[in-house]
């Protein structure tokens, strides 16, 4: 069957990640997970005493730094196994400093065309569709209200063990990431014209999943 790759945007916790793991599965396609590559580098930065916006320092440290995710979605960090380790709240708001500056994007990008190269991706991110991706076959937006995503991101947290803050505070650090990533100078969240809005609020995964897939099953007859 012919391959496409499908780009996948849209704010924090909307279930982007969720819906690309269940659409992978049923296209047999690989799910990458752009947004655990910048905790990756969010997560070295803060253990090695590296400021969020040193962009040089940033730029030395990806020089040496090796960034795998597997099969069964686990991210290795030169060797190590962060999956948790980047889930954990103070990292979220850290990965959105450090995905501000430019010499991180711009590395970060590079690996992500390399690996999509191939076709069969599902990429899920900010700049997916706009930057990274942006002759993909199909392009979502994937969105939901501050409050409905904070809902989920505490329900997640709960059930995988995470530390986690209360919903009040995790819905303001949402609207504050929102923020964040949507204003900053490069590459800031924003809807690919060529993309589909499909707002989660009110869906079940299994009905945004079906949206998602009969956009992308035009183009594998
Ligand atoms: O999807 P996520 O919550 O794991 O993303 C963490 C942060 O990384 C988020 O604040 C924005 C940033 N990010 C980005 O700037 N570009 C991407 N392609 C993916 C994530």
């Known amino acids: 069957m012919k391959k496409i790759n499908i780009a996948m945007d849209g704010p924090s916790a909307a279930g982007k ?3 690309a793991d269940i659409l992978a599965e049923k296209l047999g396609y690989i799910h990458l997970d752009t947004g655990a590559m910048y905790r990756c580098v969010a997560l070295k930065a803060l253990r090695e005493g590296i400021a969020l916006d040193d962009a040089e320092a940033l730029k030395e440290m990806l020089s040496r730094t ?3 995710q597997d099969t069964e979605k686990h991210f290795f960090l030169d060797g190590e196994d962060v999956s948790k380790a980047i889930r954990e709240d103070h990292i979220s708001m850290a990965t959105s400093d450090v995905s501000k500056v430019g010499v991180v994007r711009e590395d970060l990008v590079r690996r992500q065309q390399k690996l999509a190269e191939e076709k069969g991706y599902i990429v899920d991110g900010r700049d997916i ?11 979502i937006y994937l969105t939901a209200s501050a409050h409905a995503r904070a809902l989920r991101r505490l329900k997640q947290n709960q059930e995988n063990g995470i530390s986690t803050s209360d919903l009040e505070t995790i819905e303001k650090e949402i609207e504050a990431r929102d923020y964040q990533d949507m204003h900053r100078e490069i590459s800031p969240l924003t809807k690919a014209e060529d993309a589909v809005e499909i707002d989660s609020s009110d869906l079940t995964i299994d009905e945004v999943v079906d949206r998602a897939y009969a956009l992308a099953a035009k183009f594998l007859e």
């Not at 569709?129 to 392009?139: H, I, P, Q, S, W």
């Open 66 to 68: 090796d960034i795998r």
């Open 17 to 19: 990640s969720t819906v």
């Open 129 to 139: 569709g706009t930057v990274v991706l942006k002759d993909a076959e199909v392009k």
